[in-house]
């Protein structure tokens, strides 16, 4: 009898029983039938529902290793001097200390498990004697550290470092420092110190003379490091009773001469710090000081993982699972090719099991033995995970002949990679302790192919609008005369797929109040301005159009991806940019092309442009490395038509957590780039669904961080750059999720 997704249960298979029960038991009811009749097989789900939480608050989960505490840097350490032992791979914290008038402001990231880097903003009390913020200095620096020896029985921890280490040095130092537990309540940290750490009770270090100084902010002071006078300092931490304090005692050899006798900014009478410092849960430490025999200090920690959810489990709906066919009918029957709608059928079928997990059939191509399926995801957060659903609805809808299933995302009408898998193995390997990497191992990855003469596509797909109204807010972080500054306000957002790949798309946004128009910093080099007039592009009171463009995604090759942006690109530039990238399927390479054209846009933001226009372009190389660490290098020319090239890496974690850091050199000097001497900066990414504990692709909260900005190294902002379009679902970007292809 020729039939097309009957469901039927072999009773000698526990673990097919199992499965649809547990299918059953998570809120779901099918109707099942035989698609002759023309019935469909229907899934009901209950939507989760998004729990916001505070950063703050997201100290439910403990971390597989307790964080050491921190100093009044914000790096691991005493009170003011650091220790030698290393935060929880992949940790995060900000900090914000104060005592003497002077406030520090820090984010510090555990790069890897030897290799910090911190961002620091100071706001300094009676630093000059300038009126503007009632003679408040911003100061902002940069520290490193690496960890040379983990402790061991006998051996101490041992970690070298430099603080501040480029800019105006203020607080520039370097030290080498040893931390080794005495018993598990107490440990002992001594170390030696050089700049800042090597005025008070110094001698000789033998390694040169310190160069006072280190010239123009942003400038690596390579002239100053670990050289001059050295001095030793150490001190000790015990664990209380109490299990949430701890108390803290140090000598410090830091003289604060530059406080204390240039300028009367505090009385420094002793060396010795002492601390409290209490742990109200595993991100959230609060500290109290008494320093130099004067001055009273605070500081609050706020720590997080991005490695540990937020929610201790998740709250995501469960997948559908894998529907086994019946092993005790012989043959598999292929007499369902025959009915003439069947494909048709099975393409309506399919697109009910997909829709409730996020995932969109754009065509489908099936025989008696292999179907062909490409999709698009718009809800599941990792790409293994989509696939795995996707296969998962293939079992409860294919006929039972169908063996190979090919599978193959789609991003922006453009097919990323084909991947075929066996059903069978689908159906063996679901409960298997190790089945995900076992269907890891069995699968075959390539290029996908044209598309197949006689697809059929997915109805109502295009042409098709979608828009949302929100409000946003737009920071501007780290200002040198302002750490924060916010605007606040509503925005239009809205897309029109015309046909696969080709969308329009545009933003208008209505500022309501803020004060990101009365940054100050404009020009400050001899570049034409490109960048540093950001201010003016948000004095406008009326409605601005951020972007509005028409966007074209094409495949012109095996291999190749291409893409061409036309319009109001951004805040700043409209033109035309278009790109081409070469990346293999089973690749961590990839190399790219871009060439724009742009004219500077009028500071209302609406449809004028002023004189300035350049064309601009860029030859980009791509490098996923291990353990989730990426690189990449642009080189080409700069909006300001300056030529250079800006290097960056990045750390991408499975949850989809990015942290990384860039910077860029051209052929401007640092006295005609002006302050900052180059472009570098850091930048994050938290994305929503380790939040909420809920499957979505939206990013969440995405930042670049600068020191300052300023018009050297200013490259164009341009939506969708291919690589990190296409890279989500090849190579190592791929493999390393493909644990969640079960979820």
Not at 45 to 65: P, R
Not at 278 to 301: F, K, M
Not at 459 to 479: F, R, V
Not at 591 to 598: K, M, P
């Given at each position: 009898m020729s039939w097309l997704?009957?469901?039927?249960?072999?009773?000698?298979?526990?673990?097919?029983?199992?499965?649809?029960?547990?299918?059953?038991?998570?809120?779901?009811?099918?109707?099942?039938?035989?698609?002759?009749?023309?019935?469909?097989?229907?899934?009901?789900?209950?939507?989760?529902?998004?729990?916001?939480?505070?950063?703050?608050?997201?100290?439910?989960?403990?971390?597989?290793?307790?964080?050491?505490?921190?100093?009044?840097?914000?790096?691991?350490?005493?009170?003011?001097?650091?220790?030698?032992?290393?935060?929880?791979?992949?940790?995060?914290?900000?900090?914000?200390?104060?005592?003497?008038?002077?406030?520090?402001?820090?984010?510090?990231?555990?790069?890897?498990?030897?290799?910090?880097?911190?961002?620091?903003?100071?706001?300094?009390?009676?630093?000059?004697a300038s009126t503007v913020w009632n003679g408040y200095t911003f100061d902002r620096s940069f520290d490193v550290r690496y960890q040379l020896a983990f402790e061991g029985r006998y051996r101490p921890a041992i970690a070298i470092g430099m603080q501040d280490m480029m800019g105006t040095g203020i607080y520039s130092g370097e030290y080498l420092v040893a931390t080794k537990h005495l018993s598990p309540k107490l440990k002992f940290t001594g170390g030696v110190g050089w700049g800042r750490l090597g005025t008070l009770g110094s001698f000789s270090s033998g390694f040169g003379t310190r160069r006072q100084g280190v010239g123009l902010g942003g400038v690596p002071g390579f002239g100053a490091w670990f050289k001059g006078p050295m001095a030793a300092f150490g001190g000790v931490e015990w664990q209380t009773p109490i299990e949430k304090l701890i108390l803290k005692a140090e000598y410090s050899s830091d003289a604060y001469r530059a406080e204390t006798t240039?300028?009367?900014?505090?009385?420094?009478?002793?060396?010795?710090?002492?601390?409290?410092?209490?742990?109200?849960?595993?991100?959230?430490?609060?500290?109290?000081?008494?320093?130099?025999?004067?001055?009273?200090?605070?500081?609050?920690?706020?720590?997080?993982?991005?490695?540990?959810?937020?929610?201790?489990?998740?709250?995501?709906k469960a997948p559908m699972p894998v529907l086994v066919r019946p092993d005790d009918l012989g043959p598999y029957d292929t007499g369902w090719t025959d009915q003439p709608d069947g494909p048709e059928i099975l393409k309506r079928n399919l697109q009910i099991r997909l829709k409730p997990d996020g995932l969109i059939l754009e065509t489908l191509v099936v025989s008696a033995q292999a179907v062909e399926i490409r999709f698009r995801n718009v809800q599941q957060d990792a790409?293994?995970?989509?696939?795995?659903?996707?296969?998962?609805?293939?079992?409860?809808?294919?006929?039972?002949?169908?063996?190979?299933?090919?599978?193959?995302?789609?991003?922006?009408?453009?097919?990323?990679?084909?991947?075929t898998l066996s059903r069978s193995d689908i159906e063996a390997l679901e409960h298997a302790p190790e089945g995900a990497e076992e269907i890891l191992r069995r699968a075959r990855f390539a290029d996908a192919q044209s598309l197949t003469a006689g697809a059929l596509r997915a109805?109502?797909?295009?042409?098709?609008?979608?828009?949302?109204?929100?409000?946003?807010?737009?920071?501007?972080?780290?200002?040198p005369d302002n750490p924060l500054r916010l605007d606040f306000g509503a925005r239009l957002a809205a897309s029109y797929e015309a046909r696969p790949g080709l969308v329009f798309s545009g933003s208008i946004s209505k500022k309501l109040f803020g004060n990101l128009s009365q940054s100050r910093r404009l020009g400050g080099g001899k570049l034409p301005v490109v960048q540093s007039d950001f201010a003016l592009y948000h004095k406008n009171a009326g409605p601005?159009?951020?972007?509005?463009?028409?966007?074209?995604?094409?495949?012109?090759?095996?291999?190749?991806?291409?893409?061409?942006?036309?319009?109001?690109?951004?805040?700043?530039?409209?033109?035309?940019?278009?790109?081409?990238?070469?990346?293999?399927?089973?690749?961590?390479?990839?190399?790219?092309?871009?060439?724009?054209?742009?004219r500077k846009r009028d500071y209302n933001q609406l449809l004028g442009f002023q004189s300035y226009s350049v064309p601009t372009g860029h030859v980009s190389a791509y490098l996923d490395m291990n353990n989730g660490y990426s690189a990449q290098m642009d080189f080409g020319k700069y909006l300001a038509r300056d030529v250079g090239a800006t290097f960056g890496v990045d750390r991408?974690?499975?949850?989809?957590?990015?942290?990384?850091?860039?910077?860029?050199?051209?052929?401007?000097?640092?006295?005609?780039?002006?302050?900052?001497?180059?472009?570098?900066?850091?930048?994050?990414?938290?994305?929503?669904?380790?939040?909420?504990?809920?499957?979505?692709?939206?990013?969440?909260?995405?930042?670049?961080?600068?020191?300052?900005?300023?018009?050297?190294?200013?490259?164009?902002?341009v939506r969708n750059r291919l690589f990190e379009l296409v890279s989500e679902y090849q190579g190592d970007r791929l493999k390393r999720r493909w644990g969640r292809f079960w979820r």
């Open positions: 997704g009957q469901i039927r249960v072999n009773e000698k298979s526990n673990q097919r029983v199992a499965s649809v029960l547990a299918y059953l038991a998570h809120g779901r009811k099918t109707m099942g039938s035989n698609l002759i009749k023309r019935k469909l097989v229907v899934a009901i789900d209950f939507k989760s529902v998004a729990v916001s939480v505070s950063l703050i608050c997201l100290g439910s989960s403990a971390l597989a290793q307790e964080a050491p505490s921190l100093n009044l840097y914000g790096v691991t350490g005493l009170i003011d001097m650091p220790s030698a032992e290393s935060a929880p791979d992949g940790q995060l914290t900000g900090t914000t200390s104060s005592f003497a008038g002077t406030t520090r402001n820090t984010l510090t990231f555990q790069i890897s498990p030897r290799l910090s880097g911190s961002f620091r903003y100071s706001i300094i009390g009676g630093w000059t240039a300028r009367s900014i505090f009385t420094r009478r002793s060396s010795l710090n002492v601390a409290a410092v209490y742990r109200l849960n595993n991100q959230v430490t609060l500290s109290g000081y008494y320093l130099y025999g004067s001055e009273l200090g605070i500081s609050a920690h706020f720590g997080l993982n991005p490695r540990k959810p937020a929610h201790a489990g998740s709250l995501a790409a293994p995970q989509a696939i795995g659903r996707v296969a998962r609805a293939l079992s409860w809808v294919m006929p039972r002949s169908v063996e190979r299933f090919v599978i193959i995302p789609v991003v922006n009408g453009m097919a990323t990679n084909a991947i109805e109502d797909l295009y042409p098709k609008l979608t828009w949302a109204l929100t409000p946003y807010i737009e920071e501007g972080l780290m200002d601005a159009i951020e972007y509005l463009t028409v966007e074209y995604f094409f495949r012109p090759a095996q291999n190749l991806y291409g893409r061409v942006t036309a319009g109001y690109l951004g805040r700043a530039f409209g033109g035309i940019s278009s790109e081409v990238l070469w990346k293999r399927v089973n690749s961590n390479f990839a190399l790219g092309a871009e060439l724009n054209f742009v991408r974690f499975d949850n989809g957590w990015k942290a990384g850091a860039y910077f860029t050199l051209t052929n401007v000097s640092f006295a005609d780039f002006g302050e900052g001497s180059f472009d570098k900066g850091i930048r994050f990414t938290m994305p929503l669904s380790w939040i909420t504990g809920t499957a979505t692709r939206d990013d969440g909260f995405s930042r670049t961080v600068r020191p300052v900005t300023r018009d050297g190294g200013a490259r164009l902002n």
